[in-house]
């Protein structure tokens, strides 16, 4: 740090008028900016200078009034296209014509029509995975989760049943590794 004075230290509480609607609070870098009808700074605890210090109104001067509400007016001045058959199909809702009838979109997703893949299990002599099975109580759809002590079926795409069976068996693998 330099070894001259610091200059210009009544900047910091000085507050002065920038024009006649504006003032400024010069404790900010770069000074803050406030309307005339704002009596304290927004950011310090600095007020405005006095009413008596604003300056004279500019000539021809007139205050911002609000703009009256215009009415509205309409946003699309071109014509609109007639629905084509893509409209129809995309959206599912506007037929072309009246001859036309569009299919209804099925509710459901389909069941997936191939069993998940299996990878082969790595031959770490520490770590040993354990075989997706099917369970047999009511569940026959699912496969079992990946964790050796939990029963539940797996999510869909996924060899656990929840975040907290990945992340222990995350867990058993991190320190199986260690050792």
């Not at 927004?42 to 200078?49: A, T």
């Not at 509205?72 to 084509?84: E, F, G, I, L, V």
């Not at 995309?90 to 299919?103: N, Q």
């Not at 964790?147 to 069976?165: F, I, M």
Request: with cysteine; charged share 30%.
């Amino acid at each position: 740090m330099s070894s001259t004075p610091l200059r210009n230290l009544s900047r910091r509480t000085k507050v002065y008028w920038k024009d006649y609607e504006h003032w400024c609070c010069g404790r900010h870098l770069p000074a803050l900016v406030l309307p005339a009808n704002i009596e304290q700074c927004w950011l310090c605890s600095n007020k405005r200078p006095s009413m008596d210090a604003r300056p004279a109104m500019p000539e021809g001067f007139e205050p911002n009034k609000p703009r009256p509400k215009a009415k509205r007016a309409t946003k699309r001045s071109a014509q609109r296209r007639k629905p084509s058959e893509l409209d129809a199909m995309l959206t599912g809702s506007v037929a072309p014509s009246m001859d036309v009838e569009i299919a209804p979109k099925p509710t459901t997703r389909p069941a997936p029509s191939r069993a998940p893949a299996q990878r082969a299990a790595p031959t770490t002599k520490t770590t040993t995975k354990v075989a997706p099975t099917l369970v047999a109580a009511g569940k026959a759809d699912g496969v079992k989760c990946a964790w050796n002590g939990c029963e539940e079926v797996a999510r869909p795409r996924s060899k656990y049943c929840s975040r907290n069976c990945s992340n222990k068996n995350a867990r058993a693998r991190h320190k199986a590794r260690d050792k």
